[in-house]
C-alpha cells in the first residue's frame, strides 16, 4: 500500500499534507496545511490531488488541529510534533459521521488492510 507504513508516501498519512502535494514535495517542512503563498499552479495542483483522492478512496476522519493550551502555546507530541488528543477532548463519533483519527490509528489500519490482503 502506498500510503501504509513503509510505502513510498507513508510520511503524508496522519497529517494535513496540503502545501507538500501542492509543491509535489516530500520535505518534511511542507507536510502543513499552510496555503499561503501558493501560486495558481500549485493550488490546481492541490485541487487535483483533491479530486483524485476524494474519487479513488473513502473517507475515514479528519485531522484535529493542534489548540491553543490556556497559557497559549501549542499541545503536541514531542516524538511526532502533532497535536496531542485527551479523553476530554474527544466525543464517540456517531457511527454515519466521519470521526477524527490520529496518524498511529491511520498506520494501524492500514498495516492490517495489507495483512489481510497479502493472505488472499
Not at 513503509?6 to 507538500?20: E, I, T, V
Not at 499552510?34 to 499552479?41: M, N, V, Y
Not at 484535529?64 to 466525543?91: C, H, L, Q, Y
Amino acid at each position: 500500500m502506498f500510503y501504509g507504513p513503509g510505502g513510498p508516501y507513508a510520511l503524508f498519512a496522519g497529517k494535513d499534507a496540503s502545501r507538500a502535494l501542492a509543491k509535489m514535495s516530500f520535505e518534511p517542512q511542507d507536510l502543513n496545511g499552510d496555503t499561503s503563498g501558493l501560486g495558481p499552479f500549485e493550488l490546481d495542483a492541490l485541487q487535483d490531488w483533491e479530486y483524485k483522492f476524494m474519487s479513488k478512496y473513502v473517507k475515514v476522519g479528519t485531522i484535529k488541529k493542534a489548540a491553543p493550551a490556556e497559557d497559549g502555546t501549542t499541545s503536541k507530541s514531542p516524538e511526532t510534533n502533532e497535536a496531542v488528543t485527551t479523553e476530554a477532548e474527544t466525543e464517540k463519533a456517531p457511527e454515519h459521521k466521519p470521526r477524527e483519527v490520529s496518524s498511529e490509528e491511520v498506520k494501524e489500519k492500514e498495516a492490517t488492510a495489507d495483512a489481510v490482503s497479502a493472505e488472499s
